[in-house]
């Protein structure tokens, strides 16, 4: 066990690369027991769902098992989207229980009927997401168009559609429409947690319209999205890739690295992402049963992609591209090809090695056309050996 270092980094923000606590990480091929994992079976059967576990227990909480329905309405459409044959639809999805009713809407734009598009879900934490929005005013944080062009479906919902991103939120989403009355708050599911749930709604749906293909489907987003998408790629393996985009802290990013945000700095600004057991291991990182290199290799052998930008060290690159590296063993195991190099590839160059890819890109904090373009490219690349094109 690592020292504590609580109380080391003021406001709970450190910028010093030498004030990175040493550190070792647990590691993701040996068992709770001790067992050392040398074949695929031990790791799906044994180790996945031990990490799985700690993640839910410690870190994002344990998604209700309460019934519900489901309906989905269409409530608006848009034939011959960019006049290239696209078709968008903004639905509603209405969620019943025993404790009441609640609605989100989201929009899918499928591409011109033909073969089975592949899909991309964005986990949207910007602007509203409506069709207007979707097919309207060209974005490029979620660039529809492109997409479309590129061949791809796409979906988009809000996060906050599902459940308000907000600290005293809890009453008014999807959360406490699905939790039992006497759920345990240092257990239960918050709204990292709620939203990727929201995520896979989405996909329910997509994957019951004709066009697109359940093989190649992938989660997408950015920052507090982009934590969310590498969640909802470990919950649910119907996610074929997943691409997380400056997720830093709770993210990518490794926890005891400590570097820019802080696990104390997250859960102080964010209580209602993560459960109450994360908040226990405030300046005690070392103390986590896991880190987030442990996320990223419960997305395997299915391909991820990371994505960071140099001047956005409160999400601690660095610390997202260790992550990618020391999530490699369980790709290897599995026969993959992955990134090894210790070493961070230079600013502006996308290093896609086998089924994991990174680029650090010049700029501050955000999601645009550049990244989408290497993303896209390393999505190609994955989806056609898929497929075997
Ligand atoms: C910040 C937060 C980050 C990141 C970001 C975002 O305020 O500290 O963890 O999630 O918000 O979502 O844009």
């Keep these: 066990v690592v020292e504590s270092w609580q109380g080391k980094f003021k406001?709970?923000?450190?910028f010093h690369d030498d004030r990175v606590p040493d550190y070792r990480l647990p590691d993701p091929l040996v068992s709770e027991a001790g067992k050392a994992i040398t074949e695929t079976e031990d790791w799906t059967n044994i180790r996945r769902p031990e990490i799985l576990e700690l993640f839910r227990k410690h870190v994002y909480g344990i998604?209700?098992?309460?019934?519900?329905?489901?309906?989905?309405?269409?409530?608006?459409?848009?034939?011959?989207?960019?006049?290239?044959?696209?078709?968008?639809?903004?639905?509603?999805?209405?969620?019943?229980?025993e404790k009441g009713v609640r609605s989100f809407d989201f929009v899918l734009v499928t591409p011109k009927s033909g073969q089975p598009a592949p899909l991309i879900v964005m986990i949207h934490n910007r602007s509203a997401v409506t069709l207007e929005n979707a097919v309207g005013e060209a974005s490029s944080f979620w660039p529809v168009e492109t997409l479309i062009r590129r061949g791809y479906a796409t979906a988009g919902f809000h996060t906050s559609d599902v459940d308000p991103?907000?600290?005293?939120?809890?009453?008014?989403?999807?959360?406490?429409?699905?939790?039992?009355?006497?759920?345990?708050?240092?257990?239960?599911?918050?709204?990292?947690?709620?939203?990727?749930?929201?995520?896979?709604?989405?996909?329910?749906?997509?994957?019951?319209?004709?066009?697109?293909d359940p093989e190649r489907t992938a989660v997408v987003g950015h920052s507090r999205g982009g934590k969310t998408a590498l969640w909802a790629g470990a919950?649910?393996?119907?996610?074929?890739?997943?691409y997380s985009n400056n997720?830093?802290?709770?993210?990518?990013?490794?926890?005891?690295?400590?570097?820019?945000?802080?696990?104390?700095?997250?859960?102080t600004s964010f209580p209602h992402w993560f459960n109450g057991n994360f908040k226990t291991?405030?300046?005690?990182?070392?103390?986590?049963?896991?880190?987030?290199?442990?996320?990223?290799?419960?997305?395997?052998?299915?391909?991820?992609?990371?994505?960071?930008?140099?001047?956005?060290?409160?999400?601690?690159?660095?610390?997202?591209?260790t992550s990618v590296v020391q999530a490699g063993p369980v790709y290897g195991l599995f026969g993959l090809e992955h990134i090894t190099d210790p070493e961070m590839p230079p600013l502006d160059t996308p290093l896609h090695i086998g089924s994991t890819g990174y680029h650090i890109l010049?700029?501050?904090?955000?999601?645009d056309e550049q990244d989408w373009g290497h993303f896209l490219d390393f999505a190609d690349g994955v989806f056609k050996r898929k497929t075997g094109e």
């Design 362 to 367: 010049t700029g501050k904090h955000n999601l």
């Design 281 to 321: 291991y405030n300046g005690k990182e070392g103390e986590l049963p896991v880190d987030q290199h442990q996320l990223i290799a419960l997305i395997a052998p299915r391909p991820v992609y990371v994505t960071s930008r140099d001047r956005d060290l409160w999400a601690d690159p660095r610390g997202e591209y």
């Design 165 to 212: 991103d907000e600290k005293s939120g809890y009453g008014k989403g999807i959360r406490s429409l699905l939790d039992a009355n006497d759920s345990d708050p240092m257990t239960r599911w918050h709204t990292l947690s709620a939203w990727g749930w929201g995520a896979s709604r989405v996909l329910d749906y997509a994957l019951k319209q004709p066009g697109i």
């Design 247 to 267: 997720s830093g802290c709770g993210g990518a990013a490794l926890s005891r690295r400590a570097f820019g945000e802080t696990v104390e700095r997250i859960n």
């Design 235 to 242: 919950e649910d393996p119907r996610f074929k890739l997943v």
């Design 63 to 97: 998604r209700p098992t309460t019934p519900y329905q489901i309906d989905f309405e269409e409530v608006g459409r848009q034939e011959n989207a960019y006049g290239i044959g696209a078709v968008a639809r903004q639905v509603r999805a209405t969620v019943t229980a």
């Design 11 to 14: 406001d709970g923000k450190n």
